[in-house]
T-cell receptor, first 108, second 116 residues
């Protein structure tokens, strides 16, 4: 079967660093993406990894290891506005399948 | 400028009364998706179109249908809504899907459907 596993909740303080892990099992694999969703809003794209390694975009970085079927999203210098749900997603042929999401709470 | 537009933002319907949700895009993307998202859950893919090719997920109920009359528009029809169909419905687009290198999905703001 197909599955994406990520922690359900993470809590951190402002200015800290947090890592959200994602492991996946899919029949096809064309890359791992991360999306952010604030309450009541639509998911917005954060990053994409098609190949192994680290991708950095400002305060956010994402890592992929295809041999381990594993990736993570790293958020640095956390801000209150980073409180949201974060979804990993895997492209399987034309489909984009999402994990259950990790709710990040940033505290002062 | 909004690129993926969903109307209405909130939709209330009665149990068993057909309802149609709409999505339009100004991106000229080939792929359009419909996702269902219930509270605190992952978006669940219902179906997608690659151009005019319709792809239905195996576990999408027959109660859900979709139409894509042209590149810009896509509709989600729920023929007989049940209480369990109350959810946020998200439309998304991508340029090429796996056939290209662009992996980014662009989401609309969603339609929150209530079933009374």
């Amino acid at each position: 079967g197909q599955s994406l596993e990520q922690p359900s909740e993470v809590t951190a303080v402002e200015g800290a660093i947090v890592q959200i892990n994602c492991t996946y099992q899919t029949s096809g694999f064309y890359g791992l993406s991360w999306y952010q969703q604030h309450d009541g809003g639509a998911p917005t794209f954060l990053s994409y990894n098609g190949l192994d390694g680290l991708e950095e975009t400002g305060r956010f970085s994402s890592f992929l290891s295809r041999s381990d079927s594993y990736g993570y999203l790293l958020l640095q210098e956390l801000q209150m506005k980073d409180s949201a749900s974060y979804f990993c997603a895997v492209r399987d042929t034309d489909d984009m399948r999402f994990g259950a999401g990790t709710r990040l709470t940033v505290k002062p | 400028d909004a690129m993926v537009i969903q109307n209405p933002r909130y939709q209330v319907t009665q149990f068993g009364k057909p309802v149609t949700l709409s999505c339009s895009q100004t991106l000229n993307h080939n792929v359009m998706y419909w996702y269902q998202q219930k509270s605190s859950q992952a978006p669940k893919l219902l179906f997608h179109y690659y151009d005019k090719d319709f792809n239905n997920e195996a576990d999408t109920p027959d109660n859900f249908q979709s139409r894509r009359p042209n590149t810009s528009f896509c509709f989600l029809d729920i023929r007989s809504p049940g209480l369990g169909d109350a959810a946020m419905y998200l439309c998304a687009t991508s340029r090429e899907g796996v056939r290209g290198s662009n992996e980014k999905l662009f989401f609309g703001s969603g339609t929150q459907l209530s079933v009374l």
